[in-house]
């Protein structure tokens, strides 16, 4: 009888898919699917990640082993990683990657215990084989949304929305997002998206809205606040306390535009403004020769890479933290986890588009403007660095306590709802 009990309360297992998530110590990329495997884990479900092999951006294979499936544990997780082959390049290798990782899935879906609930982080249309694992698994399919793909294809201008190419692709996504029993977005404007394409019931299309939920990236901030304390870096441009500190970190590419803030710190030359820039990209090698070339001697090009441990110290040591972008980007707002870094960090945030559905305008925790020249980039920041004592500590208190509206233990249970476990 005790026998058949346990059998019964049995938890269901859970299925995290992202191709591109990684563990903390190689990247920590997508760190809302690490978190929310790691939740629903310490609440006794059966936890799966699979994520590619290939850690994207950084150049590194995880996998020991050149058959399709390798099981490894990081940070306490069950991880499979996939062979996808390619490495982690940008471009077609990029979306072959994406096809192959989740063909594979469907292909070998019977060596793993069958899920009860797939947690599935979209990459549309080119990994419409999991929504038929689902299918075939006959799995709850909750759709994950962290990026508008097709639509960022749209938005960069790499193709037209007309483009025949991208209507079947808009297909797709629509299809995805009427067969699956929830679909969460991170982006605030979610609603607005569905209705936007007029995909929604109420304008005789296929989507229920009442299954589109909001749910934006946070931050995990006992372990920020854990790592903050312990692991500190002895940098003399951090712990200069008589430069005014403009901190960016992240990726060095062309949808991050940082030549906008580098052109804007070469106007900030004789207003003691430092701006220190920490991460890799395609871009770096010739922003940092445009430096060079240009005599600008106030922006520093720091770690290629940092372990995420060490984060939450570089980002304390800013006045303000930057967020920046191309002006195309977050039509229906932002759901950056360096946004959410920098509000815990306790500093003021300062981004470069003018992000509708704006967290940092609503919270009052900095500026958040279409700088259109390196000069109006230039003005916002000085703004914040000639602001009064009083009234900078005020913003920075807001920032703290804006960061705890966005803890993931808060987040996470929101997601178990969306669930329905």
Avoid at 25 to 30: C, D, F, N, V, W
Avoid at 265 to 277: C, E, F, G, S, T
Avoid at 325 to 332: A, R
Wanted: glycine letters at 6%; proline letters at 3%; aromatic letters at 12%.
């Amino acid at each position: 009888m005790l026998g058949s009990n346990k059998l019964m309360t049995k938890k269901k297992t859970i299925w995290f898919i992202n191709k591109d998530a990684a563990p903390i110590e190689y990247y920590g990329a997508h760190l809302r699917t690490i978190k929310l495997a790691q939740y629903f884990q310490s609440e006794g479900y059966n936890v799966k990640l699979f994520c590619s092999s290939y850690v994207h951006n950084r150049n590194i294979c995880l996998s020991d082993s050149k058959s399709a499936f390798e099981e490894k544990v990081y940070d306490d997780i069950p991880f499979v990683l996939v062979n996808t082959g390619g490495g982690s390049a940008n471009g077609i290798k990029r979306i072959v990657a994406y096809f192959r990782f989740a063909a594979k899935l469907f292909m070998h879906r019977k060596r793993f215990e069958k899920p009860d609930v797939i947690v599935h982080t979209t990459r549309i249309p080119f990994d419409f084989p999991i929504y038929q694992l689902a299918k075939k698994t006959d799995a709850k399919y909750i759709v994950d949304v962290t990026d508008l793909w097709p639509e960022v294809f749209v938005r960069f201008g790499l193709m037209r929305g007309n483009n025949l190419c991208m209507k079947p692709a808009f297909a797709i996504e629509r299809f995805i997002y009427s067969k699956a029993n929830n679909v969460v977005f991170s982006l605030p404007g979610a609603v607005d998206y569905v209705k936007n394409k007029k995909w929604d019931c109420g304008q005789g299309g296929s989507i229920d809205l009442s299954k589109v939920h909001y749910i934006n990236n946070g931050i995990d901030l006992k372990e920020f606040n854990t790592n903050l304390q312990e692991y500190r870096i002895d940098d003399e441009d951090l712990s200069n306390d008589k430069t005014f500190k403009v901190i960016y970190l992240g990726s060095i590419r062309l949808v991050n535009n940082l030549k906008h803030l580098i052109d804007a710190a070469q106007v900030l030359q004789n207003d003691n403004v430092q701006v220190l820039i920490y991460g890799d990209g395609e871009d770096r090698e010739s922003l940092e020769k445009y430096c060079e070339e240009q005599n600008i001697n106030n922006v520093k090009f720091k770690a290629k890479w940092t372990s995420p441990k060490y984060v939450p110290y570089i980002l304390s040591k800013a006045d303000v933290n930057a967020l920046n972008y191309t002006s195309n980007t977050g039509k229906y707002g932002g759901s950056m986890n360096k946004m959410f870094m920098g509000l815990a960090s306790g500093k003021p945030l300062c981004c470069n588009v003018g992000l509708p559905y704006s967290l940092i305008i609503e919270e009052g925790v900095g500026i958040d403007h279409k700088l259109t020249t390196p000069q109006d980039y230039a003005d916002a920041i000085l703004s914040i660095k000639n602001m009064p004592s009083d009234e900078y500590q005020i913003m920075c208190n807001k920032a703290k306590e804006t960061a705890k509206k966005y803890d993931y233990a808060k987040l996470c249970a929101e997601f178990k709802e969306v669930c329905e476990l």
